[in-house]
Nanobody, 116 residues
Framework: QVQLVESGGGLVQAGGSLRLSCVASGRIFSFQRMGWYRQAPGNQRELVATFISPGDSLNYTDSVKGRFTISRDNAKNTMYLQMNSLKPEDTAVYFC?????????WGQGTQVTVSS
């Protein structure tokens, strides 16, 4: 069983930065996708950034390119999302996601609020 726990959300002014963390437990080394999604009130959950295996390529949604960076530390079973130049439209609940053997696993989410 895979468990994902996010942290690092909070309230920040526009232009500021936050770093989200996702600690994973369980057998995640064989993932197909590992990344971050977000969901704003009244909106559908959307992809923010993800690793794609095999090959470890990256995919970012256009609205965060150049501002957000996804990374991970395999030794710590931890994934990160560095978010710079935050905008009010980045306000959402951010979820950690892993796809393993076509099964989706989600964290509980962490709130990010960007004030103007």
């Amino acid at each position: 069983q895979v468990q994902l726990v996010e942290s690092g959300g909070g309230l920040v002014q526009a232009g500021g930065s936050l770093r989200l963390s996702c600690v994973a437990s369980g057998r995640i080394f064989s993932f197909q996708r590992m990344g971050w999604y977000r969901q704003a009130p009244g909106n559908q959950r959307e992809l923010v950034a993800t690793f794609i295996s095999p090959g470890d390529s990256l995919n970012y949604t256009d609205s965060v390119k150049g501002r957000f960076t996804i990374s991970r530390d395999n030794a710590k079973n931890t994934m990160y999302l560095q978010m710079n130049s935050l905008k009010p439209e980045d306000t959402a609940v951010y979820f950690c996601h892993v796809l393993i053997q076509y099964h989706n696993y989600w964290g509980q989410g962490t709130q990010v609020t960007v004030s103007s």
